[in-house]
């Protein structure tokens, strides 16, 4: 019979890693912030403080930090009132604590056997390889100072867990009822994601996914199937069939003449609005937590390119700490632990797609610019 993870014992595993982006938390953090994100790319100072601009106007603070303190507190409420005896951890890719540092940590308090949990839900080069990629660095650094090197593995990725979805599900209810009564029922649904280079997104999953077949790979697959459960559960919940719905793209950040992954939101809007659409709610199912790309690209940019049409908006909530994403990284963290005892295991997945692959193969979500060694994978 296979073992389902409900038991608490974590071996092999002895701490849990909550491993994020980052960002800065005073103006005078914001620019040595942006020069980790874009090191070895050649970017003079006066071109990052242009960049910079959308966090001057949040007082130089990206809200991610204290999400993931919010996180880490949830998690740790969480495991401790489930009996889960398991250490978490919080360390960053591009700011303080640094991912390096909360490894010394890790190392100096005798852990030998870590799990990773990425503030990303979706296959991808950003939002996975980069990070293997970083931890693989990290542990690097270790080596050459003589410390001792933790075994790091990564949780698989759970955008289909239904304490992923659904979260969003009730986000998007709410959404609708915040727009005026006579525009709710014919509110189009636009499902955001970070717009990445489209040579990037048709290489995205494992070498051997259906889904690197066809266009988008697997981080367009894997938001289309997100964007499909949250608006067929919507359909269920409101009794309206048949609402349109579109997966679009936001943060774009690259050069002009590589081509990324479109609609932009704001375009998006803008058809909505020729197109007769009486309102729209914004759906983020591509970030976690309300950090910049959401507070500044939705509830700024976008918010005020809507207010310009005359098209009623609202924007749905990530899903942060809530409860259900907590309950679902302690399943994980059981389901991954159980499968390295040996155990045979029923994965929760939401969908058609089925449960994401534990360990990365070698040409997962290539390094679009050149080979580099990654962490947790074949």
């Known amino acids: 019979m296979p073992e389902t993870p409900t038991a608490t014992d974590p071996a092999p595993y002895d701490a849990l890693l909550l491993l994020s982006f980052g960002g800065p938390e005073a103006p005078e ?13 050649g970017i003079p100072k006066e071109r990052l403080a242009e960049v910079g601009k959308h966090y001057f106007l949040f007082g130089g603070v990206s809200p991610i930090n204290e999400q993931n303190r919010e996180l880490l507190a949830a998690l740790r409420k969480d495991f401790a009132e489930h009996g889960l005896d398991l250490p978490v951890y919080w360390g960053n890719r591009n700011w303080a604590p640094y991912l390096t540092d909360t490894l010394r940590e890790l190392a100096a308090d005798g852990h030998r056997r870590v799990l990773t949990l990425a503030t990303s839900a979706y296959a991808g080069y950003s939002g996975c390889r980069q990070y293997r990629e970083n931890l693989a660095d990290a542990l690097a650094q270790l080596r050459a100072e003589g410390l001792p090197e933790p075994t790091v593995d990564k949780l698989r990725h759970f955008y289909n867990h239904p304490g992923f979805v659904e979260p969003m599900i009730d986000a998007t209810l709410s959404a609708l009822e915040a727009l005026p009564a006579g525009v709710r029922d014919g509110a189009h649904l636009a499902f955001t994601t970070h717009s990445i280079p489209d040579a990037m997104a048709d290489s995205s999953g494992p070498p051997d996914d259906p889904a690197r077949g066809g266009p ?31 997966l679009v793209f936001q943060s774009r950040s690259g050069a002009p003449h590589i081509p990324w992954l479109e609609p932009d939101i704001c375009d998006h809007l803008e058809s909505l609005h020729g197109a007769g659409a009486p309102a729209a709610v914004m759906v983020p199912i591509g970030f976690v937590s309300d950090h910049m790309e959401v507070r500044y690209d939705l509830d700024t940019e976008a918010t005020a390119k809507a207010a310009e049409l005359g098209l009623p908006v609202t924007r749905a909530a ?17 389901e991954r632990a159980a499968v390295e005892r040996g155990a045979a295991v029923e994965r929760c997945a939401l969908g058609t797609l089925g449960a994401s692959h534990d360990v990365c193969a070698v040409a997962c979500c290539p390094n679009p610019r050149a080979p580099r060694p990654a962490a947790a994978q074949l």
């Open 318 to 334: 990530t899903v942060g700490a809530d409860p259900r994403f907590t309950a679902a990284v302690r399943e994980l963290v059981l």
């Open 29 to 41: 953090d914001v620019v040595p912030f942006l020069e980790n994100v874009t090191r070895g790319r």
């Open 216 to 246: 988008g790979g697997a981080y367009v697959a894997q938001h289309l199937e997100v964007a499909r459960l949250v608006a067929e559960a919507v359909a269920r919940a409101t009794g309206v069939a048949g609402r349109p719905w579109q």
